[in-house]
């Protein structure tokens, strides 16, 4: 549970840096679709392993294709980053966009362009939270776990090669597209090693 992580002051001071720092991102997303974006109040809680492969089965069951971006990030502030299309969101990728599925219509530019649209909106809100806090990081390359799949494959990874043995922070945010009915989902892990920090820097801030 986050309340083992963080008493109510931290959790409070870590949700209005993630709101904060979640609209930035939105922005970004509202100016590539030129459309408004409706942001769900963020989930921020502590997670095992086990929680983890609940959220895999979760996005399983609420989805019949997927597409998975992971980005790491480091420094001060570290962890993994998760931009996950679901269908919709894929399809108005296409549309508006202006890329297809015909054979001519290469799958690397595809996933070039969901990857341009995934590290925008996790460089956006990472950057944005370490810049809030007066933490270092910075981020790597994103990379695709899955490409518009089947969720019934086992095919597809989310967060799988963590090495987690206690507990890691989950923050949850879901951006909905609302001219298109699209939703995105982006989960922020945070490293163990960094709660400490995190903590000291945040009780500043009460």
Not at 145 to 171: K, N, R
Request: glycine share 8%.
């Amino acid at each position: 549970m986050v309340e083992e992580l963080f008493n109510e002051d931290e959790r409070d001071v870590l949700g209005e840096t993630i709101n904060i720092a979640m609209g930035k991102a939105g922005a970004a997303l509202a100016h590539a679709f030129e459309g408004f974006v409706n942001l769900q109040v963020p989930e921020i809680r502590a997670v095992t392993a086990a929680d983890l492969l609940a959220t895999r089965a979760r996005l399983g069951k609420t989805y019949e294709h997927i597409s998975v971006l992971e980005q790491d990030f480091f420094g001060e502030l570290a962890g993994r980053i998760a931009v996950v299309y679901g269908p919709a969101s894929y399809a108005a990728l296409r549309q508006v966009l202006g890329f297809d599925d015909r054979d001519g219509d290469g799958r690397r530019q595809r996933e070039e362009l969901l990857l341009e649209l995934g590290n925008a909106l996790a460089s956006t809100c990472i950057n944005e939270v370490g810049a809030l806090l007066e933490m270092r990081t910075g981020l790597r390359p994103p990379r695709v776990m899955a490409f518009y799949i089947p969720t019934s494959t086992p095919d597809w990874h989310l967060f799988a090669d963590l090495e987690l043995t206690g507990q890691m922070l989950l923050i949850d945010i879901i951006f909905h597209l609302e001219a298109h009915d699209v939703p995105f989902e982006l989960m922020i892990t945070i490293q163990p090693s960094c709660v400490p920090t995190l903590k000291q820097v945040l009780a500043k801030r009460i």
